[in-house]
């Protein structure tokens, strides 16, 4: 997702959420896991009894150091499991998993979104894990708010929530308190273009940092009006429609409600929001860390706005882990995976690294002392309790190639290298080709 899951706020959250904006290394093989020869389709056995399973993910070398602790702990539970690692920053990972997949040779088990379940799947890369539930090696009791569900495609379990993320408001409070503005759930789309006016008007500077290529905000506006991103095979939406929402974010900067773009982009990798170009950001919830590390301000999380002061369009997003269809070892995978999204200890080393945990046993276990993550967990606390959150549209395949071109073309058209017409007409035609397979 802009996560989880592709896209801008997905990308950086996932890019690094505790090592704020560091490099991932190369890959990393851990040391002292035994013997790893490869065999073709995964994993790898010894006279022992013992397997080797490979797994991937992407991320920063903090987030490694996190799950190389994890692994620790199930190679002791599980001694004749052991298991090689290997982890890229997010564009590398999937240039290096789509080589593998093709070779058919993918990693056993390795981190997923949901833009990707439908590609694979048609590709014969997933393993459907609902076996491994039915064998007793894989329990899907005890996820939080309907997460058990995520990972499910046409009949077929393809993925295993880890934690779970939902869009936000992230705020700069003391700008937003200057403005003597007080974002409330319900308030709606009138009440946030107000804001924005008196955030510009009383604090002299931006309302928002802009919404051209946020585009999981863009799938909630949709889904408060009956619409939606994504459908199962296809765009959920029509020309006219991505024609208003981006002429609206296009009056946005020109009249000052939003940043203007070439300043956004000359800061970067700073967001606008902790480079105080802007009073807020619509982001994922658990990437506030990265504006508390990053800016000086004090920030907070605040509602999505609503078309009718009810419906938010919301849902928990998750990163998933998921299994090769080739593994010689699903029932260690599975094993793995249960330990992974169910064990307590993993979640103390975890935290919220990856979203705030799937399981109830895991959210329970870690109780964060530091502010930024005790808001996060209220925040979605406060959605549950609000009864706002609704099912996850399904993506279609071809999911991931339409959201790295929204994108991209939504920033060419902030930058002035598009008009909107352009935009919305590039942004189809690329989508058709991407849809048609």
Same mark, same amino acid.
């Given at each position: 997702?802009?996560?989880?899951?592709?896209?801008?706020?997905?990308?950086?959250?996932?890019?690094?959420?505790?090592?704020? $904006?560091?490099?991932?290394?190369?890959?990393?093989?851990?040391?002292?896991?035994? =013997?790893?020869?490869?065999?073709?389709?995964?994993?790898?056995? +010894?006279?022992?009894?013992?397997?080797?399973?490979?797994?991937?993910?992407?991320?920063?070398? /903090?987030? =490694?150091?996190?799950?190389?602790?994890?692994?620790?702990?199930?190679?002791?539970?599980?001694?004749?499991?052991?298991?090689?690692?290997?982890?890229?920053?997010?564009?590398?990972?999937?240039?290096?998993?789509?080589?593998?997949?093709?070779?058919?040779?993918?990693?056993?088990?390795?981190?997923?979104?949901?833009?990707? $379940?439908?590609?694979? #799947?048609?590709?014969?890369?997933?393993?459907?894990?609902?076996?491994?539930?039915?064998?007793?090696?894989?329990?899907?009791?005890?996820?939080?708010?309907?997460?058990?569900?995520?990972?499910?495609?046409?009949?077929?379990?393809?993925?295993?929530?880890?934690?779970?993320?939902?869009?936000?408001?992230?705020?700069?409070?003391?700008?937003?308190?200057?403005?003597?503005?007080?974002?409330? &759930?319900?308030?709606?789309?009138?009440?946030?273009?107000?804001?924005?006016?008196?955030?510009? /008007?009383?604090?002299?500077?931006?309302? #928002?940092?802009?919404?051209?290529?946020? !585009?999981? $905000?863009?799938?909630?506006?949709?889904?408060?009006?009956?619409?939606?991103?994504?459908?199962?095979?296809?765009?959920?939406?029509?020309?006219?429609?991505?024609?208003?929402?981006?002429?609206?974010?296009? %009056?946005?900067?020109?009249?000052?409600?939003?940043?203007?773009?070439?300043?956004?982009?000359?800061?970067?990798?700073?967001?606008?929001?902790?480079?105080?170009?802007?009073?807020?950001?619509?982001?994922?919830?658990?990437?506030?860390?990265?504006?508390?590390?990053?800016?000086?301000?004090?920030?907070?999380?605040?509602?999505?706005?609503?078309? #009718?002061? %009810?419906?938010?369009?919301?849902?928990?997003? +998750?990163?998933?882990?998921?299994?090769?269809?080739?593994? &010689?070892?699903? %029932?260690?995978?599975?094993?793995?995976?249960?330990? !992974?999204?169910? /064990?307590?200890?993993?979640?103390?080393?975890?935290?919220? /690294?990856?979203?705030?945990?799937?399981?109830?046993?895991?959210?329970?276990?870690?109780?964060?002392?530091?502010?930024?993550?005790?808001?996060?967990?209220?925040?979605?606390?406060?959605?549950?309790?609000?009864?706002?959150?609704?099912?996850?549209?399904?993506?279609?395949?071809?999911?991931?190639?339409?959201?790295?071109?929204?994108?991209?073309? =939504?920033?060419?058209?902030? $930058?002035?290298?598009?008009?909107?017409?352009?935009?919305?007409?590039?942004?189809?035609?690329?989508?058709?080709?991407?849809?048609?397979?």
């Amino acid at each position: 997702m802009q996560q989880s899951g592709n896209s801008a706020g997905r990308v950086a959250r996932q890019a690094g959420r505790r090592t704020v $904006l560091k490099a991932a290394g190369a890959s990393l093989a851990v040391a002292g896991l035994g =013997a790893t020869a490869t065999a073709c389709g995964g994993g790898s056995g +010894s006279g022992d009894g013992t397997v080797t399973l490979r797994y991937s993910w992407w991320g920063a070398e /903090d987030r =490694a150091e996190r799950i190389n602790k994890t692994i620790a702990l199930f190679e002791k539970k599980y001694p004749k499991i052991k298991i090689k690692t290997d982890f890229q920053p997010y564009p590398d990972f999937w240039k290096k998993f789509n080589t593998q997949a093709s070779g058919g040779n993918p990693p056993d088990v390795f981190q997923n979104a949901i833009g990707f $379940l439908r590609k694979y #799947d048609a590709k014969n890369v997933l393993l459907d894990l609902s076996g491994q539930v039915e064998a007793g090696n894989l329990s899907m009791d005890g996820f939080r708010a309907g997460l058990e569900k995520f990972g499910e495609v046409d009949g077929k379990l393809l993925g295993v929530p880890v934690g779970s993320n939902s869009l936000a408001l992230v705020i700069d409070k003391p700008v937003y308190t200057r403005a003597g503005v007080k974002p409330e &759930q319900g308030w709606t789309w009138d009440d946030f273009d107000d804001a924005m006016a008196r955030i510009r /008007d009383r604090a002299g500077r931006a309302g #928002d940092s802009g919404m051209y290529g946020v !585009m999981y $905000l863009y799938d909630l506006y949709l889904r408060q009006n009956g619409k939606a991103f994504f459908t199962e095979d296809g765009l959920g939406f029509t020309e006219a429609d991505l024609t208003r929402w981006w002429t609206k974010a296009e %009056k946005g900067v020109r009249t000052g409600l939003f940043a203007d773009p070439k300043k956004v982009a000359q800061i970067k990798p700073k967001s606008a929001l902790s480079a105080e170009l802007a009073g807020s950001e619509f982001t994922w919830d658990n990437f506030t860390v990265r504006y508390t590390s990053e800016g000086k301000s004090e920030y907070g999380l605040a509602p999505i706005p609503t078309t #009718d002061g %009810k419906r938010t369009g919301q849902y928990l997003g +998750s990163l998933m882990l998921s299994a090769s269809r080739r593994t &010689q070892h699903p %029932k260690e995978v599975a094993q793995f995976i249960d330990f !992974m999204v169910h /064990d307590p200890e993993v979640a103390k080393i975890m935290g919220y /690294d990856r979203g705030v945990p799937a399981t109830q046993a895991q959210y329970d276990a870690y109780q964060p002392t530091d502010p930024v993550n005790k808001a996060i967990a209220a925040y979605e606390e406060s959605l549950v309790e609000a009864g706002v959150l609704e099912p996850i549209t399904p993506h279609p395949n071809g999911a991931d190639i339409c959201e790295a071109a929204f994108l991209r073309i =939504a920033e060419e058209l902030g $930058l002035g290298k598009r008009s909107v017409a352009d935009a919305v007409k590039q942004f189809f035609t690329e989508s058709k080709t991407a849809l048609a397979g």
